[in-house]
């Protein structure tokens, strides 16, 4: 491999790694609403964690929990929220991490999800326990 072919491939993946930094660092309150609705935020173990609601509050609540993986959020519902909100009381959160939610330095673990999913149910979602 020539020198010249190394330094190539060396700034081109710096300058992935500086386009992928600067999205990791991007503010979530730029990125568009996930399902076009307003998106609320509530504290929980001292940061905001951003949910979604549709429907009538008056319905059986329905909890919509995003995938874990590089885009997670509540916009992987974006198809479905219209069809269900016309039955259920949706509420849409963004995980911890994910999203609009906060992006604290913490170790995220299914462990960290199943305790948000215990400390909040769709009829306290905005005044989760903490």
């Known amino acids: 491999m020539s020198l010249k072919r190394l330094l190539g491939g060396t700034a081109t993946g710096l300058g992935a790694v500086a386009v992928g930094n600067a999205a990791l660092r991007a503010d979530p309150d730029d990125f568009e609403a996930p399902l ?13 964690v951003a949910y979604t609601e549709a429907g009538n509050p008056a319905n059986p609540d329905l909890l919509l929990l ?15 929220v219209d069809a269900l909100a016309e039955t259920y009381h949706v509420v849409a959160p963004d995980l911890p991490g994910f999203g609009h939610s906060d992006r604290p330095p913490l170790l995220y673990s299914g462990s960290l999800y199943v305790a948000l999913g215990r400390s909040t149910s769709p009829s306290s979602a905005t005044s989760p326990a903490s």
Do not use: L, Q
Request: hydrophobic share 25%; net charge positive; charged share 25%.
């Open 66 to 80: 995003h995938g874990i993986n590089a885009a997670g959020s509540s916009h992987e519902f974006r198809y479905v």
């Open 36 to 48: 076009g609705r307003p998106t609320k935020t509530y504290r929980w173990r001292g940061f905001d």
